[in-house]
């Protein structure tokens, strides 16, 4: 694997993930912060601690607590990515009007009810 997400000799593309960029390549990895960094900006969202939900990670089907997850902040937004895999699990961005959140690499967030 090429790990720069473009064309080799061949002329094919590298099958890596979408965010190849953002991941990082061998020797040169983006530094990255655990998932309690994303833990103030959801909280705005949803009014609930995320760091001690439990997610499945739809690429590789590792179930972990969300602060072991990778979260990176240097990009337009925030991304975090399996601990295990390094697929992205979310991503966020703020806008001064709107907020976007893609969950599409959770299989599901299970969050526990206080009480």
């Known amino acids: 694997m090429s790990g720069n997400n473009g064309p080799d000799s061949s002329g094919a593309k590298d099958p890596g993930f979408e965010d190849q ?3 990082g390549i061998a020797g040169n990895a983006i530094a990255h912060l655990d998932g309690n960094a994303v833990a103030g900006p959801l909280w705005e969202l949803f009014r609930f601690d995320i760091v001690a939900a439990v997610g499945r990670c739809k690429h590789c089907g590792a179930v972990r607590v969300f602060g ?3 979260v990176y902040v240097d990009a337009p937004g925030i991304v975090v990515r399996c601990a295990s895999c390094e697929g992205v699990l979310l991503r966020l961005v703020e806008t001064p009007t709107r907020y976007w959140l893609d969950v599409s690499g959770l299989s599901y967030l299970q969050i526990d009810r206080e009480g």
């Open 21 to 23: 960029d953002i991941a």
């Open 68 to 70: 072991e997850t990778m």
